[in-house]
């Protein structure tokens, strides 16, 4: 892929040789992405951050793709520290603790650009995303635990666009890094099942999660504060049973794409 298809993705026609491969599961993914010498292709377009897609190659595996995204490329904001590379880490490793396949494989690298996340590339159709899937009943439970969890890590910014229907048929959440804020700031699209009973099955996950703490590969990534404040909305949920509900109808974020 040269770097103007990659900056102008409408341009090219070319399919990506990495489209039919076999998938790997997220075990494998994570030794390639951690371990494997990547090289960046160039700049992912239409992020606010500067973000990279790369070719990750370890010895004995297949290349794959991963998506580069080193702190100093972040934008200052006033409300999160510079780092939300650890964010979007947590985000993987706590969806891995839950048993939830949600977000792909990302682990921490230091890269070309210095220090960052690296997480699983996953080829899509751009024009899927959250607003054209939700009516498709064989998604309904991947989006209801998409909703608990984004209560529970306090996402500030899931917009339709970061759900990705992947080319093997599975979806996937991206663009975690604004979450994990001590403070009440969540901000999502998904509000389908607002005040429903929670399903037991996402109810004793998140039982569980309380019941045996916040794995390391979590905690420590966190402050103190936003450890507590993680583990007291999951224990509200549980204790309420069912999905969070916006009464002031302004939890949502902009643009919802």
Known sequence: MSLLQLMNPAQSNTESPFRDRPALDDEA????LATGEFEVLGRMPWSSNMTFLVDVNAPNAPIVQGVYKPVQGERPLWDFPAGLHK???AAFELAR???WDLVPPTVH???PLGEGSVQLYVPTDYDEHYFTLREEPAHHQWFQRLCVFDFIINSTDRKGGHILLGDDGRLYAIDNGLSFHCE?????VI???AGDPLPTDLAADVARLLDEDLPPDVANLLTLLERDALLTRASALVSEARFPTDPSGRRHPWPLV
């Open 97 to 99: 603790a839950l048993g």
């Open 109 to 111: 690298r230091d890269g």
């Open 87 to 89: 964010r979007e880490i």
């Open 184 to 188: 009440f700031k969540l901000r999502t």
């Open 29 to 32: 993914a994570v030794e390639i």
């Open 191 to 193: 509000w389908e099942w």
